[in-house]
T-cell receptor
């Protein structure tokens, strides 16, 4: 079946540092790709998405580009803040009904 | 506030007990799903529904039942709780297809002793 592999965590950065969280996928079709964020004690929130190759999703300073040739959807942010500390999940659609998630990457930003 | 509401937030069960985790959404979403979250494993799909009266199994359905009698509600039943079902459970909903992006509830933390 389809799968998502994320960069191992935890990731610890200083405030204002550049962030990259790697995500690669294996899929038989042409999935939509997502990044979700989970703040402590909360459910997941959709951060951004891309539905076809070369699309760039963006939200709250985060960006990710759907790269079909490298089967990747890496999450980037130019200058992180303490409030960005959370767990980040990469996911893809499998068929019309299912989401397949990566294992999550815990990000901690120190002031 | 519109969204996905899960109850209870916390629950402790003894092995062999049964219980129902409640999930309700008020956004008129057709698709609803249940996921469990375990450390280092991301979220895994338990059951899903594409509309009232229609349910199907996900990746890890054993030990769980669901039904969808209304668009709004999608309860998850644990038939005979086992320690392996200790997890955080999330309900999620979306419009007609998952590529719109799911709205998640805040979760139920279940411990089976």
């Amino acid at each position: 079946g389809d799968s998502v592999t994320q960069m191992e965590g935890p990731v610890t950065l200083s405030e204002e540092a550049f962030l990259t969280i790697n995500c690669t996928y294996t899929a038989t079709g042409y999935p939509s790709l997502f990044w979700y964020v989970q703040y402590p004690g909360e459910g997941l929130q959709l951060l951004l998405k891309a539905t076809k190759a070369d699309d760039k999703g963006s939200n709250k300073g985060f960006e990710a580009t759907y790269r079909k040739e490298t089967t990747s959807f890496h999450l980037e942010k130019g200058s992180v803040q303490v409030s960005d500390s959370a767990v980040y999940f990469c996911a893809l659609t499998e068929g019309a009904q299912k989401l397949v998630f990566g294992q999550g990457t815990r990000l901690t930003i120190n002031p | 506030n519109a969204g996905v509401t899960q109850t209870p937030k916390f629950q402790v069960l003894k092995t062999g007990q049964s219980m129902t985790l409640q999930c309700a959404q008020d956004m008129n979403h057709e698709y609803m799903s249940w996921y469990r979250q375990d450390p280092g494993m991301g979220l895994r799909l338990i059951h899903y529904s594409v509309g009232a009266g229609i349910t199907d199994q996900g990746e890890v359905p054993n030990g769980y039942n669901v039904s969808r009698s209304t668009t709004e509600d999608f309860p998850l039943r644990l038939l005979s709780a086992a320690p392996s079902q200790t997890s955080v459970y999330f309900c999620a909903s979306t419009r007609r297809a998952v590529n719109y992006g799911y709205t998640f509830g805040s979760g139920t933390r279940l411990t089976v002793v």
